[in-house]
């Protein structure tokens, strides 16, 4: 939508095409984050006994259709349009942008063929769609869909790096370019898992075969499942590196500690899928223990970040002539909501990283295992830190990439404080709800007047509250997001939204880390290591099939 | 590669911090064998009522103050639907699933595992105080999952 004059560059008309595919992914992610916000907040009040959800709306349909399309359609197509953006702006070539509008074509069938089938009732099992719970087939052939689209994405991003690479030879993959074709690469190795359990679930819900073997699905299930909470992070980690020190003239801490940092997530997100598992049966104890380990280092790229991050500020303040931690903070831009969004995400994502530590703790997950808890944990990670990311990038983003002024930035800035207020009572009640026993997933927890579960109710009552705050914000995102479009009023300077420079201090980036072909393999070879063991003892079990249900 | 010395120190503190936390969970494991629930047995899910010990679900005395509960988990009930003991007894759990995929757990107290079709799950717990507890499935199964529920009586 950048308006292209005859004399542009084929560099430029690369940008251009790239911009339009990029803004139609952060669009159609808009969309679904309001779609999906409406479900979420009307299962809040179901929860608290307010409303009864009419029997075409039942709790667990709406449920179904809240994870799916939060955790893996709205988080997804942001991703995918960001990484688009970061390729097609730092590697710009006249290349054809087929293969990227294959991706999101194939992306976006797949999500309207799984919405329909959910609101159908025909899919009423959850994002997680645990067998022997089964759901339509076309439920399964529309989630792999929305993968083989995202491969496309990745095999774009990652034939740009190679024809950059042959025409840049002995310069580094630009910064932003690199994060994004990482942390797709993750993504593919981490989408094998579940395309895997798909090749089980598809002839099975068909009715070729006779039953499925819970337990293997679940692990490949849990395979991918994490690795996928990997992906929203390292999507929002993009944003705090190379875009937030923009918007105050600061610059990227160290390139060469940022690639450092994406390189661990790439080789750490996959061997760590069992800590999902703690509770089940089937799974030696010893294998749980083995995953403990490996998600304890995923800890150390997020220290790397939190302190790359935060010295990025400090820095910038200190060349403006702020010292200290007060002055740094007052210094910092809060008025604008691409700093204020994605910063007030990182506030929550602190309680939000200690949580998953506790999570991961072998022993203690026992006490808050499909609790409201965990519902609590992600929201205060996904719902909170990716989400606000998310949504304050695209005030900058969707500007840059329409040629468009952003309409109502005073509405804007307010959205991403409603948002943080409202996100900050819904999880801590969740949190709380947990501690005291209240189970995740469930539509009613009165349990015929137990004495136990009324202590559980006003909790409930403030998680409510807190959604509609959380509610009430994404609808003024939504209302920012069209009105920029529809007021399509272009400004005198095209707003440009810049990755941050790096610091001219910083150290070299060594050759090695840009050999992403390696760092591929080496991925893959850690992830086959921590499953070899799991995954060949429950085929070795034989475990019985079980049949398929519908119990909806 | 060159680190900053404060980003060096702070990477150390995770890194120390991290191994204290597996220290402690690995002695716990080790020396006072708290793992999570990870019985590792089969059982034909579509076998489950001819199935011994399943086929007569309930609680077993195996000596004073020691019991076994066997459970069936099935939309959207548990049996047996209320089990009486006396305070001060140590009860091993075994469920399993006749259908879907359902969960186990006794709010306040340290038992919660999951229960998969196809395996039978384990978990132990010692009913110090007497009271009456809340036996919940906490994993969704169905229309009527938040219904799936069953008794714990403590008797002084």
């Known amino acids: 939508m950048t308006t292209v004059t005859t004399t542009a560059s084929p560099a430029a008309l690369s940008r251009a095409g790239g911009n339009l595919l990029a803004l139609t992914h952060v669009y159609t992610s808009t969309l679904v984050l309001g779609i999906g916000a409406l479900f979420g907040m009307l299962q809040g009040f179901s929860r608290a006994n307010l409303i009864v959800m009419p029997p075409a709306f039942d709790y667990y349909r709406m449920l179904t259709a809240h994870g799916v399309l939060m955790a893996l359609v709205f988080t997804t197509f942001f991703i995918t349009g960001l990484f688009t953006y970061c390729c097609h702006e730092t590697m710009p070539r006249v290349r054809s942008l087929t293969l990227g509008w294959i991706g999101y074509c194939t992306m976006l069938a797949g999500t309207v063929m799984t919405t329909i089938i959910i609101l159908m009732g025909d899919a009423t099992v959850l994002y997680t769609f645990y067998a022997p719970l089964k759901a339509s087939p076309f439920f399964y052939f529309g989630a792999t869909l929305l993968v083989l689209g995202t491969w496309c994405v990745a095999a774009d991003c990652i034939a740009n790096v190679i024809v950059y690479k042959r025409q840049n030879p002995g310069s580094r993959i630009p910064l932003p370019a690199f994060i994004a074709t990482t942390t797709m690469i993750m993504w593919v190795v981490a989408t094998l898992g579940v395309v895997a359990e798909m090749l089980l679930l598809i002839p099975w819900s068909l009715g070729w075969t006779p039953g499925i073997d819970v337990g293997l699905s679940r692990m490949l299930f849990w395979y991918f499942g994490h690795p996928l909470v990997y992906f929203w992070i390292m999507g929002a980690y993009a944003i705090w590196y190379t875009l937030v020190p923009a918007t105050f003239g600061g610059k990227v801490f160290s390139d060469a500690l940022t690639r450092v940092a994406f390189i661990s997530l790439l080789l750490l997100s996959t061997p760590v899928g069992i800590h999902h598992q703690y509770l089940d049966p089937g799974i030696a104890a010893g294998w749980k223990w083995l995953h403990t380990v490996t998600t304890y280092g995923v800890v150390i790229p997020s220290f790397m970040t939190a302190f790359a991050i935060f010295a990025s500020f400090e820095i910038a303040a200190r060349r403006a002539g702020r010292h200290g931690f007060l002055a740094t903070v007052r210094w910092l831009p809060w008025g604008n909501p691409v700093f204020a969004g994605p910063a007030l995400g990182m506030l929550l994502f602190i309680p939000g990283g200690l949580g998953g530590i506790i999570n991961n703790s072998y022993s203690m997950d026992v006490l808050v295992h499909n609790t409201m808890w965990i519902v609590g944990h992600f929201h205060i990670t996904v719902g909170g830190p990716v989400a606000l990311t998310f949504i304050g990038a695209s005030y900058g983003l969707i500007p840059a990439l329409s040629g468009r002024k952003l309409y109502a930035p005073r509405l804007a800035l307010a959205q991403v404080y409603t948002f943080f207020v409202g996100m900050t009572i819904m999880s801590t009640a969740m949190h709380w709800a947990g501690l005291l026993g209240s189970p995740r997933r469930t539509s009613d927890v009165s349990y015929f007047g137990s004495q136990g579960a009324a202590t559980w109710h006003p909790l409930m009552l403030g998680a409510a509250i807190g959604g509609t705050l959380v509610a009430i914000s994404i609808l003024m995102f939504i209302i920012v997001a069209t009105g920029t479009y529809v007021a399509n009023v272009r400004s005198e300077v095209p707003p440009i939204f810049a990755f941050a420079p790096t610091d001219e201090d910083a150290m070299e980036t060594p050759p090695v880390l840009d050999r992403l072909g390696r760092w591929a393999v080496i991925a893959l070879v850690l992830a086959i290591l921590a499953y070899v063991g799991p995954v060949t003892t429950q085929i070795g079990a034989h475990a019985y099939l079980a049949p398929g249900m519908r119990t909806w | ?156």
């Open chain 2, 1 to 156: 590669m060159h680190l900053h010395r404060s980003e060096r120190l702070w990477i150390i503190f995770g890194v120390a911090m991290l191994a204290v936390f597996l220290g402690v969970i690995t002695t716990a494991a080790v020396v006072d064998g708290l793992v999570p629930p990870s019985r590792v047995q089969t059982i034909d899910p579509t076998k489950v009522a001819q199935t011994p010990p399943f086929d007569h679900p309930g609680l077993r005395m195996v000596s004073p103050g020691v019991y076994e509960a066997y459970y069936v988990a099935r939309v959207f009930s548990f049996t047996p639907a209320t089990i009486e003991i006396p305070a001060g007894a140590r009860v091993t759990f075994y469920v399993t699933s006749g259908d879907v995929e359902h969960g186990f757990s006794i709010p306040e107290t340290g038992v919660n595992t999951m229960v998969t079709p196809g395996w039978v799950s384990s978990v132990a717990h010692t009913f110090a105080k007497p009271g009456t507890f809340l036996l919940i499935c906490n994993e969704y199964c169905g229309s009527g999952h938040q219904v799936m529920a069953a008794k714990v009586v403590v008797k002084s």
